[in-house]
């Protein structure tokens, strides 16, 4: 018989520092800020943040890059005894790609009602009729998670209104604030 998953919430909060830490990367570089680390026995072995307008590339999320990051670094496509700290909820796709390669626990910060798939629109990660579950952990530094979204839509809906040159990407998701519950989980 194996343990239980010990959680230790100061972990998480320092796991999701880190992962807002690479969301802090993607404002600067002008990419909706998400970020991402994978944790293995207490160790990070990916770490990422958006990338889509940057590499032209609509699967360059955080979660996807991370994932790719850790499965290189382990040697393996099955992380079975990873953890995903991300900071915004993750999408079908991300989803889809958290639940092929097995990861154990995925912890978010905010939660998007609109287009979460780890319990905020749909529940991907917890599917009965899927071989895998997931273990979700949500809103671990959920406000920190929210300021940081916040800032930079309002930033894209201000340089809209004066006419400044913005990705298109971010303009139009700011109209909408990206699907976001700013209260908390």
Excluded at 95 to 101: F, L, P, S, T, Y
Excluded at 154 to 161: D, F, H, S
Aim: proline share 4%.
């Amino acid at each position: 018989m194996t343990d239980p998953l010990i959680i230790n919430p100061y972990d998480d909060e320092h796991f999701m520092r880190e992962a807002l830490r690479q969301a802090r990367k993607a404002a600067k570089q002008d990419e909706v800020p998400i970020g991402a680390v994978i944790v293995h026995q207490g160790s990070i072995v990916g770490r990422a943040w958006n990338q889509v307008e940057t590499l032209k590339d609509a699967t360059a999320h955080a979660e996807m890059l991370a994932l790719t990051q850790a499965e290189s670094a382990l040697g393996d496509w099955r992380l079975t005894d990873c953890d995903l700290y991300v900071t915004k909820e993750p999408c079908p796709m991300c989803a889809g790609a958290i639940m092929h390669c097995r990861v154990r626990r995925v912890i978010f910060g905010c939660p998007d009602v609109k287009g979460g798939a780890a319990g905020g629109f749909w529940n991907l990660l917890q599917a009965p009729n899927l071989n895998h579950r997931t273990e979700i952990t949500a809103g671990v530094l959920n406000d920190d998670c929210v300021r940081i979204l916040k800032e930079f839509f309002a930033e894209a809906r201000r340089r809209r209104a004066e006419g400044l040159e913005h990705k298109k990407g971010a303009a139009k998701e700011a109209t909408e604030d990206g699907g976001l519950v700013f209260d908390g989980p």
